[in-house]
């Protein structure tokens, strides 16, 4: 096992393979329980989202205009189909008694062959300040881990958005620097992007 930042213990990674490979659809922590993205999640989304976009923007690319209903569960209902696929994982971070969607976890650019992701996050502004959002994070990371075997986990945050650098640096990734025009924002600007990574003791 490897040791982590804060000197807890790492699970072992699980070995390589190039296959799918299966995510728990179902996370429970401390505080969250993350479920895969389903049929139904639409309502409960878009309050997450319309009740933050203030906060969003311009970081998140749909807090420019808060999507439709019909589209959140298209959105929800093609997010279940990559999960299954094993290109695209989501999970949304509901408090746990499931009455609030408080935020979601995702990994994506999986590469097997490596075997990296990069990971997503973001956090309804009723619930920030609390540590949730690191709680839900180094859950999926564990996830990562074990069960993708992944030896290099990316984030990559707009320098402006300094609550989602510092969650990765209190997480233990690593600052590996700028890359300049790296995207468009919500508002359709450039904007850079800082670059962070976790890396495996050993590979």
Avoid at 71 to 96: I, K
Avoid at 176 to 194: F, S
């Amino acid at each position: 096992m490897e040791t982590a930042h804060d000197g807890s213990m790492i699970p072992a990674r699980a070995p390589y393979t190039r296959g799918v490979n299966r995510l728990p659809r179902e996370i429970v922590t401390e505080r969250t329980v993350l479920r895969s993205a389903r049929p139904g999640d639409a309502p409960a989304l878009h309050e997450a989202i319309a009740t933050s976009r203030a906060e969003f923007f311009p970081w998140l690319s749909f807090s420019a205009k808060v999507p439709q209903l019909d589209t959140l569960e298209r959105v929800s209902r093609e997010a279940g189909e990559e999960f299954d696929q094993g290109t695209f994982y989501v999970w949304r971070v509901w408090e746990p008694d499931g009455s609030t969607m408080i935020g979601t976890v995702d990994l994506h650019g999986i590469d097997r062959d490596v075997p990296k992701c990069e990971v997503g996050y973001w956090l309804r502004t009723s619930h920030t300040g609390r540590g949730l959002a690191r709680e839900a994070v180094a859950a999926v990371m564990d996830v990562a881990r074990e069960s993708l075997g992944a030896v290099r986990i990316e984030a990559r945050c707009d320098p402006r958005n300094e609550r989602s650098w510092r969650l990765a640096e209190r997480l233990g990734f690593t600052f590996e620097g700028v890359a300049r025009h790296d995207d468009r924002d919500a508002a359709g600007e450039l904007c850079d992007t800082r670059v962070y990574a976790w890396i495996a003791d050993s590979c």
